[in-house]
Each structure stands twice: as structure tokens, then as C-alpha cells.
């Protein structure tokens, strides 16, 4: 058995947190697909039947999971995660957070650039210009990609009226 510390959380716990939650989107799932109809029409199933369903697979494997969490965990004890490893796992959540919230305000392509060269630069330690290449790159193949390729516009925020596109 592992010696837990102040701040640490338990494998056990983590399992218990993980089955609430997915259960919690299995109901979601559930619940978005009842509202669109889950029955059968002339036409066959309506067009919540098959996700309803699946909606509630995930919540018995949840249940499963729960159960076993909590009567039958081999893994009471040990540490999932401590202050140490909480600190690594944060210095990349943090900055996914900060790219989520910079690409709704100024969209994708800025907001995967600066995502690139922040976490190229802080948490790679390259040099500042390899950097601003790999970032525009990224952002010049997913231009080109889902742009020209697919032509799948993607959330482009204030520089569509800055540049005057669409």
C-alpha cells in the first residue's frame, strides 16, 4: 500500500468520480435523444432511438464500474495522483484551457498558434523562432486543409472582418 499525503487522491476515488461522471453523460446522451424521439415511425427508428441506446450502454457500464469501485477495488491504496504529478498534469490542462478560450474570442487559427508556440517555447524549450515557424505552419496546413481541402470553414473570430472574408 502507498502512503498518501496531504494532496493526493486515490485510484479508488478517481474510478468512483470517473463512473459518475460518464453515467452523468450517458443520461445526457439519454435524455437529448428521448427529446428527439425514440420511437418507431412509419419511416422506422425516429432519430433518437440508436443514441438512446447507446446513452444506455454507457450508463450500465458506468453502473459496473461503480459497483466494482466500491465492493470490489483491488486498487484500494493507491495513489493515482499526488502534488508532484498534479503540477505536470496541470502545465498542460492549463494551456489547453487558455487555447479553448482564445479560439472562441479570436478563433482557431490564432488561437492554435499561440497554443503551438507557447507550449513549443515553455514546456519544450525550443528556440523563440523555431516556434513562430512550427506555429504558423500548423495553422497554414489547417487553413489549407479544412479550408481549401474540405471546405470546412473553421471559427475564425474577429479576423474574418479584419481580412473582409465571408
Known amino acids: 500500500m502507498a502512503e498518501f499525503d ?22 445526457s446522451v439519454c435524455y437529448g435523444s428521448w427529446r428527439s424521439g425514440i420511437g418507431w415511425s412509419e419511416m422506422g427508428p425516429g432519430a433518437g432511438y440508436f443514441p438512446f441506446y447507446i446513452g444506455v450502454l454507457i450508463i450500465l457500464g ?42 472562441l474570442f479570436l478563433g482557431l487559427y490564432i488561437g492554435t498558434a499561440l ?30 486543409v479544412f479550408e481549401i481541402g474540405f471546405q470546412v470553414p473553421l471559427l475564425k473570430g474577429p479576423v474574418e472582418n479584419w481580412l473582409g472574408i465571408y
Open 115 to 144: 497554443y503551438i508556440f507557447a507550449s513549443m517555447k515553455w514546456q519544450g524549450g525550443y528556440r523563440w523562432w523555431i516556434c513562430i515557424l512550427a506555429a504558423l505552419a500548423v495553422s497554414a496546413l489547417f487553413y489549407i
Open 6 to 27: 496531504k494532496g493526493s487522491v486515490s485510484r479508488r476515488t478517481m474510478e468512483i468520480v470517473t463512473a459518475l461522471l460518464t453515467s452523468a453523460a450517458g443520461l
Open 62 to 103: 458506468s453502473l459496473v464500474t461503480l459497483l466494482r469501485s466500491i465492493f470490489l477495488s483491488r486498487f484500494r491504496g493507491e495513489i493515482f495522483i499526488d502534488g508532484k504529478r498534479a503540477r505536470s498534469v496541470f502545465g498542460f490542462f492549463l494551456p489547453i484551457v487558455a487555447f479553448l478560450i482564445v479560439s
